[in-house]
């Protein structure tokens, strides 16, 4: 039977671990503040802000919350993220993705000063990424490199596979996993053969936002799974890109969902948070 990785559990010891270092620094005088802002009420992104603010308050990070209507223009928004990026108490900002149609989300993300680009989205965080210095990591992608080191699942010398091509996952999933010295494989909507060049995975990371579209066709025996996907079926449950159930007897490590991936987005959010001052520090 397949080790469940647990991403609750993971991401829990991750904000018990900043919770001390928090309380450390405000001590010391230092308080961490995010500035969180979300353009209308999408809910699903209502659900995601306040889970947000949720781990701020456990762990003890002073947040800011801005919650703008759908009319919001983008002169308005690009005002607001200069007036924080100017503000010394604030050290991250995040703009909850999606924004309204009306705005141009490239120009949000290059707004943020990349010094406060919790998200690690802007441009400049992902050329440290890929060149090694020193920048914020995408969150999600981040969080898998940790749910693999805290589950004591090697990644060095291992090919992985990683499956969608999105500036958010794929990418960064693909140079974080070669920064473990994997050999990796990108594999998207043209790679041809997907079947044969995933079942060449030691680890696999699907993430291509289809419900239980990997079955153990896709899987070679005694891989380890990790499940980006999060969907709800037609019985109005949460599954993932992977239909684990038919995978379970195959792999000998996989992520649920949820309960996997997902909680470790917010874990490394608040690292980036606490990274930011240290990071504002030494640019200063």
């Given amino acids: 039977m397949a080790f469940l990785i647990d991403g609750k559990k993971i991401s829990s010891q991750i904000k018990d671990e900043l919770k001390t270092e928090i309380a450390e620094m405000k001590k010391k005088g230092t308080e961490v503040t995010l500035a969180v802002i979300q353009v209308g009420n999408d809910p699903a992104s209502s659900v995601y802000v306040g889970n947000k603010k949720k781990a701020c308050a456990y762990i003890g990070i002073r947040s800011l919350a801005y919650e703008l209507p759908e ?10 993220i200069d007036e924080l990026n100017n503000r010394k108490d604030v050290n991250g900002i995040l703009v909850q993705l999606p924004v309204p149609a009306h705005i141009n989300e490239k120009h949000i993300i290059e707004a943020i000063h990349p010094l406060k680009d919790v998200d690690g989205f802007h441009p400049r965080n992902v050329g440290a990424l890929v060149t090694g210095e020193d920048g914020f990591v995408s969150c999600t992608p981040a969080g898998i490199i940790q749910l693999l080191k805290r ?35 990108i594999c998207h909507s043209h790679t041809k053969d997907l079947k044969e060049v995933c079942k060449r995975a030691d680890i696999l990371v699907a ?25 709800r079926n037609e019985q109005n449950k949460l599954c993932g890109d992977v239909d684990r159930d038919d995978v379970m007897d195959l792999v000998s490590a996989i992520t649920p969902v ?22 504002q520090k030494t640019e200063r």
Avoid at 207 to 231: C, L, Q, S, T, W
Avoid at 260 to 270: D, H, K
């Fill in 151 to 185: 589950s004591n699942i090697d990644i060095d010398g291992k090919e992985c596979v990683v499956v969608g091509r999105s500036n958010i996952v794929g990418k960064p999933m693909a140079i974080l996993l070669l920064r473990e010295n994997a050999t990796v494989t």
């Fill in 71 to 80: 009319s919001t223009t983008e002169m308005e928004l690009l005002t607001l």
């Fill in 207 to 231: 993430a291509i936002g289809k419900p239980k579209f990997f079955n153990r066709d896709y899987i070679k025996e005694g891989a380890v799974v990790i499940d980006v996907g999060i969907h």
């Fill in 258 to 279: 949820p309960g996997g991936v997902g909680p470790m987005t917010i874990a490394m959010l608040m690292y980036n948070c606490v990274e930011a001052v240290r990071l």
